[in-house]
């Protein structure tokens, strides 16, 4: 394997994981949607709460439903915002860096200029690297975020619908 063939590896595996830093980013708009709706329907719950009866089973069993589904958004909304914050992603050097330092390995290696495109090579390919496995351990760390934020959006959803039958009936 030559160093061409790991440079584009690597170049490759970089521009991927800075796509896919975008994709993620926008897979939470649409269930943050879905939780604003449902934080919605939460307050219409509020703005209507039937009364307390410990005898009604269907009143006790609105305000157990009630309890778990403010769980289930609370934990929604963690899930989320833990999905979307606090990543910092690694970025190779900007040109003029890049470029100061060919010039200096030019310099450098003035009589033996096969080596200091290998230098070079060997540096990108450093860069692209460290990069990509500082971006790729991110990327993953932020899809399980969004699969566990997904995952009690489904079941908020689930209580949700389910909590409108003792709702309706407790009042």
């Known amino acids: 394997m030559n160093a061409k063939n790991v440079l584009d590896f690597y170049k490759e595996l970089y521009f991927f994981e800075h796509e896919r830093r975008h994709s993620l980013d926008n897979s939470v708009t649409g269930p943050a949607s879905v939780l604003v709706l449902l934080i919605g329907g939460m307050l219409y719950y509020l703005q209507s709460l039937p009364s307390f009866d410990s ?21 929604t909304s963690v899930f989320l915002s833990l999905a979307r914050m ?14 100061e330092y060919r010039l200096a390995l030019l310099e ?22 460290t990069a990509s496995y500082q971006n790729t351990g991110n990327n993953h760390t932020k899809s399980g975020w969004l699969h566990h934020g997904m995952t009690t959006l489904a079941i908020s959803i689930g209580l949700m619908a389910f909590s409108l039958v003792p709702f309706y009936l407790a009042t």
């Not at 606090?86 to 470029?99: H, K, M, Q």
């Not at 290696?109 to 690297?129: C, R, S, V």
């Open 86 to 99: 606090n990543y910092s992603y690694y970025f190779i050097p900007r040109v003029p860096a890049i470029d």
């Open 55 to 75: 005898g009604n089973s269907w009143s006790l069993g609105f305000y157990f439903t009630l309890g778990t589904v403010v769980v289930s958004l609370v934990a």
């Open 108 to 129: 450098h290696h003035t009589p033996n200029l096969d080596l200091a495109a290998q230098d070079f090579e060997t540096f990108l390919i450093e860069h692209y690297k």
